[in-house]
């Protein structure tokens, strides 16, 4: 099985959501919550990977990378 991006997901979601019923708020911002988790996972996967600089004068690690980057937005 192939990884989905985090954008795929979001796109196969509203095409299945156009098809069938409409989902719920409470239904959408599951699907916005499983969005950001893929994000993470790919942003903390692709820091895994790579030797990216920091300002901040130390190693991070991927998680700590992913939550003083984008955790706050």
Do not use: H
């Amino acid at each position: 099985m192939s990884k989905q991006t985090a954008t795929d997901y979001l796109i196969q979601e509203i095409k299945n959501d156009a098809l069938v019923q409409a989902k719920s708020t409470k239904e959408w911002n599951e699907v916005f919550k499983k969005a950001k988790q893929i994000e993470q996972e790919q942003i903390i996967e692709t820091w895994k990977c790579g030797n990216l600089p920091t300002s901040l004068g130390r190693a991070l690690t991927a998680e700590e990378y992913y939550n003083e980057t984008y955790r706050s937005k």
